[in-house]
């Protein structure tokens, strides 16, 4: 059977034949799949996806929602910027995110200037109309993001803009999820938009050093389920290689010039994630070259780390693919769309706020 949605989706035949694919294929045992990437689980889940898998073929989500890895601390930078009078710029999916002292909307309603731009370019523009006013702008994302950032940086933005830089990078999240032996893991589902970038070979260490399937997969159901059943046929075959699905967008290779804007403008560094320890070799900061753009620098600005979620919250556990959303005693209980608790419940791409919204499919 297939699931309410996907019974009026234009390629239902093609999803029904796939799914029929994936029964051949399953082995006699548990599996388990991880994506890390938010419109992953909001098609997963939005077309009933995991309905139509077998019992013993499990997949989660991992940290594949940039808002909700950036630690309370950095969040807590931020808010503490904007209380010292500066302006604050960051994109709408950060303004409800908690952190240990209030979130950038809660602030906004105290009085500070908080702003929700669509882009790095909408906030150097605030910047440029107010030249006696200090903006900040909340630089989140994973790759998909930082190479608009490093291009505005290379174009010399004015004196009173400068960055908070929160990027993460993924495939160092997912050698730790495979080195922490938290969940046995035994293929990935590689995020469409960080891939266009960064392109397959990213993953390649992975595939070779943990023996683990990996596929880059687009958005449609379709490109979700081909995605799995190639994972599926790597494990039938004994091979562990990274493919690519969507290939529509994305090249072995990636965005060449989008990656030499970002190898000019970052440094590679070993940072925390929201629910993870320290990752090595996981997150960007400007070079030193660029230092004048750092607001952390400029300002002298730094939080401790503190803690990262209320009593109850198993968030963490969501983000590293440990558990599903529901099975968190707060999930749409304590914590709602309404009110957010955890940082999954927040934006469009957390896990929580995606079962929140579509998981009746």
């Given amino acids: 059977m297939v699931s309410a949605l996907l ?8 999803a029904t034949k796939i799914v029929s694919a994936i029964q051949e294929l399953i082995p006699n045992r548990h599996v388990k799949f991880v994506h890390v990437c938010g ?26 929602c940039p808002v909700c890895c950036t630690p309370a601390a950095e969040i807590d930078e931020a808010i503490e910027l904007a209380r010292q009078g500066i302006l604050i710029t ?41 030249p006696k006013q200090e903006v900040v702008h909340v630089a989140i994302g994973f790759e998909t993001t930082a190479p608009s950032i490093a ?16 990027h993460r990078l993924i495939p160092p999240a997912m050698e730790f999820l495979l080195a922490s032996g938290e969940t046995n893991i035994d293929g990935f589902i590689c995020p469409g938009h960080v891939s266009t970038v960064i392109g397959s070979k990213p993953y390649e260490p992975l595939s070779e050093d943990y ?22 046929k790597q494990l039938r075959d004994g091979r562990h290689e990274v493919e690519i ?31 993870f320890p320290v990752v090595p070799k996981s997150a960007f900061e400007l070079r030193q070259e660029f230092e004048n753009y750092d607001a952390r620098k400029k300002f002298g600005v730094q939080v ?58």
């Fill in 245 to 275: 699905e969507y290939t529509r967008s994305v090249r072995p290779e990636g965005n060449v010039v989008a990656q030499e804007k970002m190898r000019e403008v970052f440094e590679v560094v070993d940072k925390r994630w929201r629910g």
């Fill in 7 to 14: 019974e009026k989706y234009r390629d239902k035949k093609l």
């Fill in 304 to 361: 401790k780390d503190s803690v990262e979620f209320a009593k109850g919250c198993r968030c963490g556990e969501v983000l590293r693919g440990v558990i599903y959303p529901s099975e968190c005693p707060l999930f749409g209980k304590a914590c709602t769309q309404e009110h957010p608790i955890g940082p999954c419940a927040v934006t469009s791409e957390g896990a929580c706020n995606v079962a929140m919204r579509h998981g009746k499919f």
């Fill in 90 to 130: 960051t994109f709408g999916d950060m303004f409800r995110v908690p952190s240990t002292k209030n979130t950038l909307a809660g602030t906004k309603t105290d009085g500070a200037d908080v702003r929700i731009v669509y882009s790095v370019a909408d906030a150097v523009e605030i910047a440029c109309r107010n």
């Fill in 151 to 166: 291009a505005e940086v290379l174009r010399g933005p004015p004196e009173n803009f400068s960055l908070l830089i929160c």
């Fill in 39 to 64: 419109s992953h689980e909001q098609t997963i889940t939005r077309f009933g996806l995991r309905s139509l898998l077998p019992d013993n073929l499990e997949v989660f989500s991992g940290p594949g």
């Fill in 211 to 232: 023996k683990v399937p990996q596929v880059i997969a687009g958005f449609e159901p379709v490109d979700v389920l081909l995605g799995i059943w190639i994972l599926l």
